[in-house]
């Protein structure tokens, strides 16, 4: 956000003015008061590793993006979509066995839409919405006084979503990540955010100090329910900006979502530096040094192209590649959390169901090397284009993949191995023959793994060395 200025008046001296430009509050100066979550709990985040990005909500019905195609609706499928929470029932929704999914594909964490960008909540908030649009209003579209939850609730489902699985997550040790979008397109006391399908462009805190307050109360009190609701949550995944009038009243929230939960890591939409982590959306960092990683980040990036439910089974990317990312992104100290949708019944499609279990079956035996691992320092993240690491917390030991099958003797010129120790291949028990010429350590590759049966694993194999201190 760029700086506004809330005090400044027309009787100001250019001094007076100068002053209170400095003095200005905006996201990008903190307040002094305000503390990050703890190094600890950056320490378990970065633990993590991987998760999955859930976006689900009425849009899932129509086999569409999530909200986005709302905006180039016609009037009348406009006020069609703002109905369809009158037929969601996803009866098929099961919090028990999403975690079990989950776990089964060495997911550490999820992140799931609490409210996306069209206002519908998928959890039993208690703010009202008193105002919205009816599209085909005669002479409209115009506002009209309402007064309902725009929930799931309001549904034939009657459930809170994020309770069950909240509370699911927790019985079984998975991060949570609640996802919620600062605009609202349902509530038209937020229609001045610039995406806003009927954007009022002369609205804000002055013009219409009455709404104004509202939709403060009713963010304010939205975030304060997803936070004080549902137990611990790891990260609160905030999303788009709002206008700089709003700041004042935005940096008020953050404040009280910091107090609610001290250690939840908060990504860094629409709050500027009052944020913990970036994150990169459907694109990769070129390396650990770049401009986009120089803070803490995680990618999020589709499975199958759009971020909610793809119907098309044939649009899922491969297993290989979910894993390709995982391990070059987990080599250059980030997070990644790929993104799929379920349909509007609550089930996942089956074949992004079997991408995710590809990946599983890897971790079970190649985890050691990507959970609780740390980057490389400087460059040593990589060594040309097929072989990427990762290090163990203490230093003891470097992870070596090589993402396509090396052969009989597998080159490395960054690691140097300590006197006396093993070099194994992870998932097998035997000690393979290593030599070090200088800089140059030969891993040899026995001849009985050359037939693909008999290797641990099926693409991308790991080499764990001990390192000479």
Partial sequence: M?????????AMTPLLALAAARAADDANTLDPAYRHASPEAYERWRDLKYGLRIHWGVYSMLGVEASWPLRDMSNQKKQEYQDLYKKFNPTDFDAEKWMQLFERCGLKCFAFTTKHHDGFSLYDTKTRVKRRVNWVAPGGPKIEDCDLAYSIMETPFKRDIVKELCDAAHKHNIAVDLYFSHIDWYDADFRFDDWNPLRAKNYNNRTDPESYARFVQRHRGQIREILGNYGKVEMACLDMHLPDFCWPDIKQTVMMARQLQPDVLLRNRGIGAYGDYHTPEGWVPDSPASRESKSPWMVIYPLGGPFAYQPN????????????????????????????????????????????????????????????????????????????????????????????????????????VKSGSAITMLGLGESLKWRQDGRVLS????????????????????FRIETAQ
């Fill in 2 to 10: 760029k700086k506004s200025i809330y005090c400044m008046t027309l």
């Fill in 313 to 416: 089974g044939s649009m899922y990317k491969p297993g290989s590649w979910i894993l390709s990312n995982l391990i070059d992104i987990t080599a250059k100290g980030g997070v990644f959390q790929v993104a799929i949708g379920p349909d509007e019944k609550g089930n996942f499609h089956p074949e992004a169901i079997k991408r995710l279990e590809c990946v599983g079956d890897w971790l079970k035996v190649n985890g050691e090397a990507i959970y609780a691992t740390r980057a490389r320092e400087g460059d040593l993240w990589k060594e040309d284009p097929d072989i990427r690491f990762t290090r163990s917390k203490d230093n003891r030991f470097v992870y070596a993949f090589a993402l396509g099958w090396p052969g009989g003797e597998l080159t490395l010129r960054s690691v140097r």
């Fill in 443 to 462: 891993i040899e590759i026995p001849e009985t793994l050359q037939d693909p049966a008999n290797r641990p694993c099926g693409m991308a194999w790991t």
